[in-house]
């Protein structure tokens, strides 16, 4: 299959035209381009097996032509994104997919819960994030800045990936109003952009990024990142659920997050003792409606109110038998729970061992020192 593409303007220079594929390639005649959609489309047609050249239109002008084989041998199984063997199903959808295809699609689960929110104006690149993403992760996809801005409102996100160049809002405006955005500002956020300079990445650093990756990209660098962004979360929570000495939890990054731990650790010293303090109690104190309460309380510790407010009480609890003045029943009445069995297996899974046990190694450990 041949493909040409011509015009009448004013031509590539001859001392352009041996750059003309290279990446991020510049010069006046082609305005305000970025430099890489030649370099993409010669990446492109040569992944498909084919070849691209350019020639000047009878003096004036330009034309490129895209020459590709339409002969299947000329590829190795790798390259096809669909088995050949599964493409040779009689067995068909009327769109010609394989149904096996779409019944192994319908009952594949995501590898675990996290939910991830792609916006992206590109529909061939949302497509494509929200499918193999969603092999990993629960994902909702937004085509512009607006939607994706509101989506991000109502969708207990887990993290959000957003293009930059968008019509609307784009990425960085996005970014930012997210990041300013009370009920959303805790949400770690990954940027996708073709201008990769030093000012661009600044400039996502300042609207409140968390990771800035350029196109085009890898997949597997993408899938990292999210990963490590996600794992760097869970590992601080672990760390303080597991430590008594820990006593805030350090994830957030903005003031306004700092404030509503800070907030929300004055309440529970203060209802510390109280076994009938809900959390309705608990988000009336903090003027918040319940729904968006435990949102943010979700994004910012990785637990629900009830498990947040459970792990700051067995916290308490350790603390106080270390201190060796009450027994664990008299311990468990002082955090607010109402039943000792039940602190005691709170406390059992929350540090592996029972409370007893638990202040006899502590004891151990001070008479050692």
């Not at 047609?45 to 050249?53: A, D, T």
């Not at 002969?71 to 096996?100: A, N, Q, W």
């Not at 996100?157 to 997210?178: H, Q, S, W």
């Not at 990963?227 to 000495?245: A, F, G, H, T, W």
């Amino acid at each position: 299959m041949i493909i040409s593409v011509s015009d009448t303007g004013i031509g590539i220079p001859l001392e352009k035209r041996g750059q003309l594929f290279s990446r991020f390639m510049q010069s006046s005649f082609s305005g305000d381009s970025m430099g890489i959609g030649l370099h993409l489309t010669h990446e492109l047609v040569n992944v498909h097996k084919g070849s691209i050249e350019y020639a000047e239109n009878e003096g004036q002008g330009s034309v490129f032509t895209v020459t590709l084989p339409l002969d299947s041998s000329v590829y190795e199984s790798k390259d096809f994104l669909i088995s050949t063997v599964l493409m040779e199903e009689t067995d068909h959808t009327d769109e010609g997919i394989p149904c096996r295809l779409v019944k192994e699609e319908q009952m594949v689960a995501p590898l675990n819960k996290k939910k991830i929110l792609i916006i992206e104006d590109d529909t061939d690149i949302r497509e494509f994030l929200k499918k193999e993403i969603s092999v990993y992760f629960e994902v909702v996809a937004e085509a512009d800045g607006v939607a994706g801005f509101e989506r991000a409102r109502t969708y207990d996100a887990d993290l959000i990936i957003c293009d930059v160049l968008m019509p609307g809002m784009n990425g960085y405006e996005v970014t930012r109003k997210l990041k300013n955005e009370f009920s959303t500002s805790h949400i770690p956020i990954i940027l996708l952009t073709a201008m990769g300079t030093t000012e661009n990445k600044l400039e996502g650093v300042e609207s409140g990024a968390d990771a800035y990756v350029t196109k085009p990209f890898s997949l597997k660098l993408l899938l990292a990142r999210m990963v490590q962004l996600i794992d760097q979360r869970e590992k601080l929570r672990e760390k303080y659920v597991n430590d008594p000495s820990i006593e805030r939890p350090a994830i957030y990054t903005s003031d306004k997050d700092k404030q509503f731990l800070d907030k929300l650790q004055a309440i529970i010293e203060q209802e510390l003792g109280n076994p009938e303090f809900t959390m309705e109690d608990f988000a009336a104190r903090m003027k918040l409606g319940r729904t968006v309460f435990s949102k943010k309380v979700r994004g910012l510790t990785g637990h629900t109110p009830n498990e947040y407010f459970r792990i700051i009480r067995l916290k308490k609890a350790a603390e106080l038998l270390l201190e060796g003045n009450y027994n664990v029943s008299e311990v468990s009445y002082k955090v607010g729970i109402s039943d000792p069995l039940y602190f005691s297996r709170c406390f059992k899974t929350q540090y592996g061992v029972s409370p007893s046990v638990y202040l006899r190694g502590k004891e151990k450990e001070g008479l050692k020192t």
